[in-house]
């Protein structure tokens, strides 16, 4: 028996995501589930509520001084998720 035509596992999958509309959600659900890996545990204890909608990440933090310093680090923040999940996921991040 000879091989024909051989594919990778990972690129058959990715396939079958995007084909089927699935491939924005994963990575959608990646980029919130990096969150504490990117800011830190205790940033990620002060965050809830993250959600994205339109390619904006919408964080609700419970304190306004932290609030203000992760606002002036919003485009690394938005590079770091994006480079973490391998893919443009983030365009924005809001902070509540």
């Not at 964080?59 to 606002?71: C, E, G, N, S």
């Not at 923040?77 to 983030?90: D, E, F, M, P, T």
């Amino acid at each position: 028996m000879e091989r024909r035509k051989t594919e990778n596992l990972r690129d058959v999958i990715n396939r079958f995501l995007r084909l089927n509309g699935l491939e924005t959600p994963l990575n959608e659900q990646r980029a919130i589930e990096a969150w504490p890996a990117v800011v830190g545990p205790t940033i990620a204890r002060q965050s809830s509520n993250l959600q994205i909608r339109a390619g904006i990440l919408y964080v609700k933090i419970t304190r306004p001084a932290l609030r203000q310093d992760l606002m002036m680090m919003r485009t690394e923040l938005k590079h770091r998720i994006n480079q973490h999940v391998g893919a443009q996921v983030i365009e924005s991040i809001s902070f509540h």
